[in-house]
């Protein structure tokens, strides 16, 4: 079974400020890793995905996560926040490919960034 | 072009009537799945197809079922709806076997409304 859980459900920050939006998950096979991005009233798009080989992952729009199978931790950051990010991101967590879950996504809770001017 | 498109994106209808909503997917893409989001955004697998094949069939009240007439296709179905059935339903598709390539794609979701 595989469980995420986002720390924070609401996350502030100023324009120009660091944002980091934390993520853990639970597997007991190799994970896939993945943080989708939800625009009030539109559906998910892919920020970034980790899937094999390098930990340190760049997506869309500056941001980027490292996964740390140590922590089973995959935070997603992004040096300088824009009013465009305001927006819900989700996590979420998949088999590797072949297994027996056929690539379903758990998703955690979800985390509402907010930027002030 | 709309890589995953949904119909329709708004539905309001009574408590006890039957609905269905379509999904198809442009992609060439083999796997498609159907998850809810409930009212405090939590995004839950309800169904998904493989190649026409229900391969995750969840927790799901059998009031709903999927039905994919191809690979394009995924629609849902749903029975005698009730208040609780009211969320966002987001359709997703994805091309299996692709070492790499898990990501999902999504839909724009139909929000259902049961009154």
Same mark, same amino acid.
């Given at each position: 079974?595989? #469980?995420?859980? @986002?720390?924070?459900?609401?996350?502030?920050?100023?324009?120009?400020?660091?944002?980091?939006?934390? +993520? $853990?998950? /639970? #597997? /007991?096979?190799?994970?896939?890793?993945?943080?989708?991005?939800?625009?009030?009233? @539109?559906?998910?798009?892919?920020?970034?995905?980790?899937?094999?080989?390098?930990?340190?992952?760049?997506?869309?729009?500056?941001?980027?996560?490292?996964?740390?199978?140590?922590?089973?931790?995959?935070?997603?950051?992004?040096? &300088?926040?824009?009013?465009?990010?305001?927006?819900?991101?989700? +996590?979420?967590?998949?088999?590797?490919?072949?297994?027996?879950?056929?690539?379903?996504?758990?998703?955690?809770?979800?985390?509402?960034?907010?930027?002030?001017? | %072009?709309?890589?995953?498109?949904?119909?329709?994106?708004?539905?309001?209808? @009574?408590?006890?009537?039957?609905? &269905?909503?379509? +999904?198809?997917?442009?992609?060439?893409?083999?796997?498609?799945?159907?998850?809810?989001?409930? /009212?405090?955004?939590?995004?839950?697998?309800?169904?998904?197809? $493989?190649?026409?094949?229900?391969?995750?069939?969840?927790?799901?009240? $059998?009031?709903? /079922?999927?039905?994919?007439? %191809?690979?394009?296709?995924? $629609?849902?179905?749903?029975? #005698?709806?009730?208040?609780?059935?009211?969320?966002?339903?987001? +359709?997703? #598709?994805?091309?299996?076997?692709?070492?790499?390539?898990?990501? @999902?794609?999504?839909?724009?979701?139909?929000?259902?409304?049961?009154?």
């Amino acid at each position: 079974a595989q #469980s995420v859980t @986002q720390l924070g459900s609401h996350v502030s920050v100023s324009e120009g400020a660091l944002v980091l939006l934390r +993520c $853990n998950y /639970s #597997s /007991s096979v190799p994970p896939y890793l993945f943080w989708y991005v939800q625009y009030p009233n @539109q559906g998910l798009q892919l920020l970034l995905k980790y899937t094999t080989g390098a930990t340190l992952v760049k997506g869309i729009n500056g941001f980027e996560a490292e996964f740390k199978k140590s922590e089973t931790s995959f935070h997603l950051t992004k040096p &300088s926040a824009h009013m465009s990010d305001a927006a819900e991101y989700f +996590c979420a967590v998949s088999e590797m490919a072949g297994g027996t879950s056929y690539g379903k996504l758990t998703f955690g809770q979800g985390t509402i960034l907010t930027v002030h001017p | %072009d709309t890589a995953v498109s949904q119909t329709p994106k708004y539905l309001v209808t @009574q408590m006890g009537n039957d609905k &269905s909503i379509k +999904c198809e997917q442009n992609l060439g893409h083999d796997t498609m799945y159907w998850y809810k989001q409930d /009212s405090k955004k939590f995004l839950k697998i309800m169904f998904s197809y $493989n190649n026409k094949e229900l391969i995750i069939n969840e927790t799901v009240p $059998n009031r709903f /079922s999927p039905k994919s007439p %191809d690979k394009a296709h995924l $629609n849902l179905h749903i029975n #005698s709806l009730e208040l609780g059935d009211s969320a966002v339903y987001f +359709c997703a #598709s994805r091309m299996v076997g692709l070492a790499g390539h898990n990501e @999902q794609f999504f839909g724009p979701g139909t929000r259902l409304t049961v009154l």
